[in-house]
């Protein structure tokens, strides 16, 4: 038992040191944690360096990577969203994953894989990433854009394929005994409904109490292990009938995904899944040899590519043809999708598990989904050059026709507004805009708004404002000022650094929640950052001065001069016993008090004598007994039994309370 104990602890070990280095690596590199992980696992397995001799160990805790995993894919799949987006959803989604899946068996069947793993590669290879594709797009700025909207409601149809597919695999391996094909799969999904039926009653009935109850009771340990009870008990309950444990882990993240608490539970789940999910990929990676690889590398390579040209001609036939999007929107979703998705994998690694893949063709077909997401991030990125290279006229025809529009309604502006972003920032400040008789153009990336919002005459137009030619129709060089109103900092840093590459001018306001990315918007040229969070709590002061019946000339002088000093006033606060527990930071900095005993290193000593501006710390004030002086004069002399009040960040504010006090 210790020796186990002992490969165990060292396994994990080796494994988290390599881990870091090559996630950091990635990071530098813009390529997702996953094929980090992956390469680990292709070093120390056994086509690499044969590290880990204890596999078998580091498969269990694989497992349970795979629980959380599906747990955490149920959590975020909302009914809401895909209701909202049901054309998109049941209809380009489900023609997706059905007709690739075709092709795929087809293409199998015509070079001699047998039934069961045929099924099981078409249906792995028919899924694209979820994670990579909608992280890209996010940071992008193109997940509310057309093919955006397209690709999302593709993948939201794909995690909805989840549960019959997890129904499917354990189903399969049945048929390799004496049990028919179509028996087995009757008796599997007949165990599949009725595991789903009995966890929508369990949700509605059992869960969302007792997460109620536990809530009440104001534990954070009590409810991290409530959800990890409810997320490994659903998957054993699953495997016990004899069905996938991914599928209960999957059902129990769907039934909590809908409560109050999905992001309390999202957030303590994180630490679990983050960690357990990359051994998860490092087994993955584990299943790789190299030395096939290289045997087999043309037909890896053809097998990659293949991959990409079948998944993107599908997704580009359907977006084109069956629904009637523009050449643009279906060449920049196809390829957006052209990869094989973290899914396929779990999906792979089970029918290893289950013996329904044939060791060195699993092991070709693995590698060559791997080697598809790898290319994923890079085409997500370059999705609009490929669309302006492959669609050539039609592409570039298409977006000059959104221009032309623009340009004819905005013809005789001048002196006006450009607003980039029209949500309900954006809309209210054009009513003020409209109020006061100022012209505005708006862009925004949303056609449902955009459509409902013209048919009410509004000035607002489909385009992504981070485009010289649609800024350039907008009149940019008439206008008199450009407010950028984006709720996501990706999509608002990028269109920033746009327009400045062409217009350094022109004034700039952004809106923002908080001062998260204030100096990174200033850096980029915004001439005003407006933090929503101080903005409410300027608001708030100066109505409340008013009440106190404070001067209203005052009142006014007060929050300009809090505007000017860019929030400087309010950038900094006393951090709470809550801040402290959950390790929390203000973005701005902390505000702290250091008393000074008579053995302090400071007393006798001016300010101007301390190292403060060096360090960072400005003094906010100087509290002798009973009276606070704001903004002391540099000359002020310290004594015993001051308290010094100063704000910074938080490691200056602890250095400088060091030297206060000790003299270093």
């Known amino acids: 038992m210790d020796a186990i104990q002992e490969h165990i602890l060292l396994s994990v070990v080796l494994l988290l040191g390599l881990a870091v280095l090559t ?19 292709i070093i120390v397995g056994p086509g690499g360096f044969s590290l880990i001799q204890e596999e078998e160990n580091i498969h269990l805790l694989a497992e349970l990577g795979i629980v959380f995993l599906l747990f955490s894919i149920g959590l975020e799949f909302s009914l809401a969203q895909m209701y909202a987006m049901r054309n998109l959803v049941f209809g380009l989604g489900s023609l997706q994953v059905f007709i690739t899946g075709a092709v795929i068996f087809l293409i199998g069947h015509l070079f001699g894989l047998d039934t069961n793993t045929n099924i099981v590669i078409a249906s792995a290879f028919a899924l694209s990433s979820t994670a990579i594709v909608i992280k890209q797009l996010t940071e992008q700025g193109e997940i509310q854009s057309r093919h955006g909207r397209s690709s999302v409601g593709v993948l939201i149809f794909q995690d909805i394929m989840a549960i019959p597919l997890l129904i499917l695999i354990p189903a399969l391996a049945l048929t390799q005994g004496d049990s028919s094909l179509s028996s087995a799969l009757g008796i599997s999904f007949l165990k599949g409904l009725l595991v789903v039926v009995f966890m929508f009653l369990l949700g509605r009935y059992v869960l969302r109490p007792l997460f109620h109850e536990v809530a009440s009771a104001k534990s954070t340990e009590l409810f991290m292990l409530t959800v990890l009870l409810v997320a490994l008990g659903s998957a054993a309950f699953t495997e016990e009938i004899g069905l996938s444990l991914t599928l209960g882990a999957f059902l129990a993240g769907m039934m909590l995904g809908e409560t109050e608490y999905r992001h309390q539970i999202e957030s303590d789940i994180r630490p679990f899944q983050d960690v357990l999910l990359g051994l998860f990929f490092i087994t993955v990676g584990m299943m790789i040899a190299p030395l096939l690889i290289l045997e087999n590398f043309v037909t890896v390579m053809l097998i990659t590519l293949a991959i990409i040209v079948i998944k993107g001609a599908v997704i580009y036939g359907l977006v ?25 994998l779990v999906l792979m690694t089970l029918a290893f598990n289950y013996n329904l893949l044939p060791t060195e063709t699993g092991q070709i077909l693995l590698s060559a989904a791997v080697l598809s997401m790898m290319a994923a991030p890079i085409l997500v990125k370059l999705n609009g050059k490929i669309a302006l290279k492959l669609s050539g ?89 450009i407010i950028i109103t984006y709720h996501d900092h990706h ?19 952004i809106r923002t929640q908080d001062d998260a990315y204030l100096q990174e918007f200033l850096d980029a040229g915004a001439t005003e950052v407006i933090p929503d969070i101080f903005e409410s709590s300027i608001m708030l ?55 000074l005993d008579e053995q302090a290193y400071a007393i006798g000593k001016r300010l101007k004598e301390l190292p403060f501006a060096e360090h960072q710390v400005h003094v906010d004030a100087v509290k002798r007994g009973s009276v606070r002086g704001d903004n002391p004069d540099e000359n002020t002399r310290l004594r ?20 206060l006090k000790q003299g270093y």
């Open 491 to 509: 999509i608002a840093l990028k269109t920033l650094r746009s327009i400045r590459q062409f217009n350094k001018d022109i004034p700039i306001l």
């Open 640 to 659: 015993a039994e001051d308290t010094v009040i100063i704000s910074g960040s938080a490691e200056a504010i602890e250095k400088m309370n060091s030297i």
């Open 320 to 344: 084109r043809f069956v629904f009637k999007k523009g050449d643009g929107v279906a060449v920049r979703t196809a390829v957006s999708l052209a990869q094989v998705g973290e899914f396929g």
């Open 393 to 481: 006229s039609g592409y570039t025809a298409e977006r000059k026709q959104m221009e032309n529009v623009i340009e004819q309604d905005t013809e005789f502006l001048t002196n006006h507004v450009i607003l980039c972003g029209f949500g309900r920032t954006g809309q209210t400040t054009s009513r003020f805009l409209r109020k006061a008789n100022y012209p505005y153009v708006a862009l925004d990336l949303d056609i449902a708004r955009i459509k409902e919002a013209q048919l009410a005459g509004e000035q607002v137009y489909y385009g992504d404002a981070a485009k010289a030619d649609i800024l350039h129709a907008c009149k940019i060089d008439k206008a008199k000022i």
């Open 23 to 41: 996630v950091s690596f990635a990071r530098r590199l813009h390529f997702p944690p996953i094929l980090s992980y992956i390469i680990v696992g």
């Open 541 to 595: 002061a100066s109505h409340v001065l008013l009440m106190l019946g404070h001067p209203p000339s005052q009142v006014l002088k007060e929050t300009r001069q809090a505007r000017e000093d860019r929030y400087g006033l309010l950038a900094s606060f006393y951090p709470g016993e809550t801040d402290i527990k959950s390790g929390a930071q203000t973005h701005g900095g902390v505000i702290h008090a250091v008393s």
